[in-house]
């Protein structure tokens, strides 16, 4: 077994498609076809179900990705430990928006000064997402308010930030400033999409109450909702961090629901074979000091 069939593998399993591996790694289709046999003889077993139009990889190939990929990281990253100081670590880091907008900055600001060789790549996406690029290892970590509990992933809690009810200054429901539960589920509400984990803090804290939030606009955007209820629009259920400027200047308000406090909690989140890079760990080691 030798690490170019490895690379080759995991060339084909990504781009899921041996003509477009061939293009990817400058190559043929038959060198690319007689690589993968070469392992599969060593293995001693098929990887891939082939038809006539595609591979697919099958279970003992997902088996086997699963060791490799770890396995590739380590080389890799062995490699750039006795290669010249000029090298540049990668670490491509997800987040979903309102986390993006609240916590990401702060940390990377923090980061960049004592680590100006490691590139930083940024991906900004929802939890789903997110959670796919991570299972299919396209970046290193994940900061989001939460994912589903899955054995695959670690997942640390850094910090927790309050939930506001927010709206604009002339939108009804803002002269009363203080609203109960049932009230506030007839407003016009603004929520984040179903299965984030702010939608899924919201609609168990209202069926907590037998209450079902209908809102009056879904988005993935914790902008949009924003701006829709400066425009009055309705009511926004977000992160407090995220509407501080808007709340100074007066372009939003809070309403008080009493027994409605609700607080999102932010993970680091990462795959639980995931091998750790020195950059790696210095990031982590960032997120948990700056955060927790």
């Excluded at 939108?171 to 984030?196: C, D, I, N, Y």
């Excluded at 020195?278 to 927790?292: D, E, H, Y």
């Amino acid at each position: 077994m030798k690490i170019k069939q490895l690379y080759t593998f995991k060339t084909v399993c990504e781009e899921e498609s041996i003509t477009k591996a061939a293009e990817r790694l400058s190559t043929t289709q038959p060198a690319i076809s007689r690589t993968i046999s070469e392992l599969e003889e060593s293995l001693g077993t098929q990887l891939f179900d082939r038809t006539a139009r595609k591979i697919v990889l099958n279970e003992a190939g997902q088996l086997f990705l699963s060791k490799v990929i770890p396995l590739l990281e380590l080389y890799e990253d062995l490699q750039r430990g006795f290669q010249a100081d000029e090298v540049r670590y990668e670490l491509k880091i997800g987040a979903t928006p309102s986390v993006a907008a609240t916590v990401l900055f702060p940390i990377l600001e923090k980061f960049r000064p004592s680590h100006e060789k490691i590139q930083i790549r940024v991906f900004v996406d929802s939890e789903s997402e997110l959670e796919k690029q991570l299972i299919h290892r396209k970046i290193d970590m994940a900061l989001t308010e939460g994912m589903t509990d899955d054995e695959h992933f670690v997942k640390v809690p850094v910090s927790s930030q309050p939930l506001a009810i927010l709206c604009s200054p002339a939108f009804p429901a803002a002269s009363a400033g203080e609203l109960s539960v049932p009230e506030l589920a007839r407003q016009p509400l603004l929520l984040k999409e179903p299965g984030s984990m702010i939608r899924r803090i919201v609609d168990s804290a209202f069926l907590f109450y037998d209450l079902t939030a209908l809102p009056a606009w879904t988005s993935t955007s914790s902008a949009i909702l924003l701006k829709a209820a400066r425009e009055g629009i309705g009511v926004a259920i977000l992160p407090r961090a995220l509407a501080e400027a808007d709340l100074e200047a007066g372009t939003l308000t809070e309403l008080t629901v009493p027994d409605f406090n609700l607080d999102c909690t932010t993970h680091v989140t990462f795959l639980q074979d995931k091998y750790q890079t020195s950059a790696f760990q210095a990031f982590m080691n960032v997120i948990l000091f700056s955060l927790t």
